[in-house]
């Protein structure tokens, strides 16, 4: 079983930036990828960002690319997303996940993959 809290989210400016973190616990270990998605009012939840735990690497949403890096510490055990640019588009419910590491590569996009979810944090940016 794997914990995960988001955290970092807010209300932010268009052409602000923000950093959002996501604590993972219990038996977290290099087999999880980890993903970032969000969900806008009326809209699916979509795929931003992910990265292996181990192995560094990184896939975005047109969306995002060049706007939004995610990272990890994994001596904290944490995953984080740096939005900068950020626009009212933007504006979701961002959620990080968890995902195999065996089936990262062929379905880092889809959330039906994901099998850990964090709560949610809310960013709001206003134009």
């Known amino acids: 079983q794997v914990q995960l809290v988001e955290s970092g989210g807010g209300l932010v400016q268009a052409g602000d930036s923000l950093r959002l973190s996501c604590a993972a616990s219990?038996?977290?270990?290099?087999?999880?990828?980890m993903g970032w998605f969000r969900q806008a009012p009326g809209k699916e939840r979509e795929f931003a960002a992910g990265?292996?735990?181990?192995?560094?690497?990184?896939d975005y949403a047109d969306s995002v690319k060049g706007r939004f890096t995610i990272f990890r510490d994994n001596a904290k055990n944490t995953v984080y997303l740096q939005m900068n640019s950020l626009k009212p588009e933007d504006t979701a419910v961002y959620y990080c996940?968890?995902?195999?590491?065996?089936?990262?590569?062929?379905?880092?996009?889809?959330?039906?993959?994901?099998?850990?979810w964090g709560q949610g944090t809310q960013v709001t940016v206003s134009s």
């Open positions: 990265i292996r735990w181990s192995g560094g690497r990184t």
């Open positions: 219990g038996r977290t270990n290099s087999n999880y990828a």
């Open positions: 996940a968890a995902i195999p590491n065996t089936v990262y590569s062929s379905s880092y996009y889809s959330e039906r993959r994901y099998v850990y």
